[in-house]
């Protein structure tokens, strides 16, 4: 008899997916039929950004960290972030990072703590305002647009999954990829998708189930899909 099992799609840039294959593939103690397909591709925006002039710099995603980090800019800077992926990143290219929450609401909550003058350093599709909000409570915070994720359609291998009729298990790690790849599979009943939170899960837009996974972090990500499996 063939082989049942579920087939993890895997819609990050490929470094993020094998990162988090390899994780869950820890997690069950065995290898995981998989397909990697970004449902878009990290691209720089202008140059890096000199923030010799702010206090804290703000991040909500690792794709603003890594441009930095890279840059070889976050040694010793004091760094505020949404989420402990985020923190952790941060601190792993030597910035003096703290988590104030695992969502802009939660960060907004706690930033009485931050020394301004601040910067947002951003992909340019976010949500929540966060620099103006900043800014109107009296954290004076500017915001700098440093990548873009460019659409991408499916790969063939993911096509060909699909069109194979296996069930498939989709996890999304943010609102924009929940809404991309809930696009791209519109009409597929077999997909379960896990939401990293519920606003991601409010973006899906597909015919299969939609699941959330219990917190919005990475480790809970990888409960939730190897569960799943």
């Known amino acids: 008899m063939a082989d049942q099992s579920p087939v993890l799609l895997l819609s990050r840039p490929a470094a993020r997916s094998h990162e988090f294959l390899k994780a869950c593939e820890e997690r069950l103690g065995r290898e995981i039929a998989h397909v990697i397909s970004p449902v878009f591709e990290i691209e720089p925006v202008g140059p890096v950004p000199d923030t010799t002039d702010y206090k804290t710099v703000i991040f909500t995603s690792g ?24 923190g952790r990143l941060s601190r792993s290219f030597g910035a003096d ?49 440093v990548y873009e994720q460019v ?17 498939v298990i989709a996890p ?26 519920p606003a991601a899960a409010n973006e899906w837009t597909g015919r299969g189930q939609i699941l959330v996974a219990e917190a919005p972090t990475f480790d809970a990500m990888v409960e939730a899909v190897t569960a799943a499996l």
């Open 63 to 86: 794709n603003a960290v890594r441009r930095m980090g890279l840059a070889g800019k976050l040694q010793g800077q004091k760094v505020a972030t949404v989420g402990e992926e985020t």
């Open 97 to 145: 990072a703290v988590t104030l929450g695992a969502n802009v609401e939660e960060f907004l909550a706690n930033s009485r703590s931050l020394e301004g003058p601040c910067v947002h350093l951003r992909g340019r599709h976010a949500r929540g305002d966060l620099a103006q909000r900043l800014t109107e409570s009296g954290i004076g915070t500017d915001d700098i647009v």
């Open 151 to 167: 659409p991408q359609d499916l790969t063939e291998q993911a096509k060909a999954l699909i069109q194979s009729g296996a069930t």
């Open 172 to 197: 999304v790690f943010s609102p924009r990829s929940a809404r991309l790849l809930s696009e791209l599979l519109a009409d597929e009943d077999r997909v379960t998708a896990i939401a990293i939170s």
